[in-house]
């Protein structure tokens, strides 16, 4: 390849911060749409419950997501404490890697897209955000309609009950919490927070063979107690 080819290359070499939901599975598919090359995945999981924080998916499962997609993950434990030094050095690892892009699945966050631009911008990292501003409810009709299959995996006890828990995201489910009227239709707010098991992205799927239910702190979780990988014909079968 001549030099220029190679530099177009790297030019779109990016990174997907990767939270196992929706949000930043749709993120994904669009930045690879765009023609971003996507060398790795990015996920923390809380020290303490060895689960990413508010999804509650277990670490396992989330390297299952990626076995899935066939991106290599990237994963480490944080605290409160150190999730900013963990967050610096997941980006000095990818500028080790000459990736100087990163992908996330933000929708209108202000704050939050504030604080990683700043993080990102002073170790010469481009933040790309293919969701920003766009209306939750034509993302939601976007992600069911390029046939993505989540499910809920936690939702805030005092916004939404525990019948939500484990519920499929899919046209019944839009109906059905556009009739909330005060949540956030994409959960951006903490109302919910999903899990994608299938999509046009995967070339596998994830089977949740046995799941239950638990409240912790307020929040109710999906507990995936099995689940395993299949190949897209047996899911059909």
Not at 90 to 103: D, F, G, M, P, Q
Request: charged share 30%.
């Amino acid at each position: 390849m001549s030099e220029k080819g190679e530099g177009l290359m790297q030019e779109k070499t990016a990174a997907c911060s990767w939270s196992s939901g929706k949000d930043s599975c749709l993120a994904l598919y669009k930045a690879i749409k765009d023609g971003y090359r996507i060398e790795r995945l990015f996920n923390f999981i809380s020290r303490k419950y060895k689960r990413v924080s508010f999804h509650g998916a277990t670490a396992e499962i989330v390297r299952l997501q990626s076995e899935a997609i066939g991106i290599p993950l990237i994963q480490k434990e944080t605290t409160e404490e150190n999730y900013e030094e963990s967050f610096r050095s997941t980006l000095s690892e990818l500028k080790a890697r000459n990736i100087n892009r990163i992908v996330r699945g933000d929708i209108h966050l202000e704050d939050l897209r504030r604080w990683v631009e700043d993080v990102c911008n002073e170790q010469g990292i481009e933040v790309i955000l293919p969701l920003w501003k766009q209306s939750p409810e034509m993302l939601l009709q976007e992600f069911i309609g390029l046939g993505f299959k989540a499910v809920l995996a936690s939702v805030w006890a005092e916004k939404l009950d525990s019948s939500w828990v484990g519920r499929c995201i899919d046209k019944e489910f839009l109906v059905d919490i556009k009739k909330t009227g005060c949540l956030d239709l994409c959960g951006e707010n903490g109302e919910f927070h999903s899990f994608v098991y299938d999509g046009p992205i995967f070339s596998k799927r994830i089977n949740l063979k046995k799941t239950g239910k638990v409240l912790i702190d307020g929040f109710w979780f999906l507990d995936i107690q099995e689940y395993g990988l299949e190949d897209k014909g047996e899911a059909r079968q």
